[in-house]
């Protein structure tokens, strides 16, 4: 279905919501395997274009596939080839880590014996064998972050969108959780990520800064460093949003 090498086209796409525009023609692409930064502070449309990017809204107009696929006519295809964590905790915090993994991969329609192997190796590799039979709800909110990155990418999707992942926790698991959307990348799968924090942005291969709706920068970090005179990607923020 994909004919070149970007993962997801959008062309002059607009989201509105009565008289309100969340998203003002937006334009850009993403291609296959690179992290790509969604950028903006809170009220930017960040999470309004995640969402119509992942099926989960109709846009108001402008041209949109997502793994080769139209979000206007195959919206149901395009949830199938990705994987998708909300910056509101997404698991089920009255199951336990091994059942939230388990009831996550019943929904991605993998067969018993797939789940159960590679639960296996997700919690060794979490390091979370002693606590797999322990409620989501007791574990402190870095680790519940993990997982659910963990369960958005267990189907081995083309695509992941982490809306504000690292929102809330402490420096040490952010870097954690960074070095897991590396390894990610590594493996094929594209990340698409929205963050506030700046810092971020120099982590990721190319990025957009938006504000109030509308793509402002779009490129590598070093090249809009160069462009906005600027040290970091927080300048250059500034000198956008002002």
């Known amino acids: 279905m994909i004919e070149n090498d970007n993962i997801i086209e959008v062309k002059g796409l607009v989201k509105k919501f009565g008289n309100f525009i969340a998203n003002d023609n937006l334009t850009f692409d993403v291609r296959r395997g690179e992290i790509f930064g969604f950028l903006g502070a809170n009220g930017a449309g960040k999470t309004t274009a995640i969402r119509i990017l992942s099926g989960l809204l109709y846009p108001t107009s402008g041209d949109v596939k997502v793994a080769g696929f139209n979000v206007y006519k195959e919206r149901e295809k395009v949830k199938k080839n990705i994987g998708y964590m909300s910056q509101k905790f997404s698991l089920y915090e009255d199951l336990t880590v091994r059942e939230n993994i388990r009831f996550y991969g019943g929904i991605y329609g993998m067969s018993k014996k797939y789940i159960k192997e590679k639960t296996e190796l997700l919690l060794e590799r979490l390091k979370m064998q002693e ?93 809009l460093k160069e462009k906005y005179a600027s040290q970091n990607m927080n300048e250059v923020f500034i000198k956008i949003a002002r």
């Open 131 to 223: 606590i797999q039979n322990t409620l989501i709800k007791s574990l402190p909110l870095g680790w519940k972050q993990k997982i659910a990155f963990s369960v958005a990418i267990f189907h081995n999707p083309k695509i992941v969108f982490l809306d504000e992942p690292t929102g809330g926790v402490d420096p040490i698991t952010r870097r954690d959780f960074w070095e897991m959307i590396y390894e990610t990348s590594h493996s094929g799968i594209t990340v698409f990520v929205t963050t506030h924090y700046m810092d971020e942005a120099e982590y990721c291969d190319r990025v957009s800064i938006m504000d109030q709706g509308r793509i402002e920068a779009l490129g590598k970090p070093g090249e």
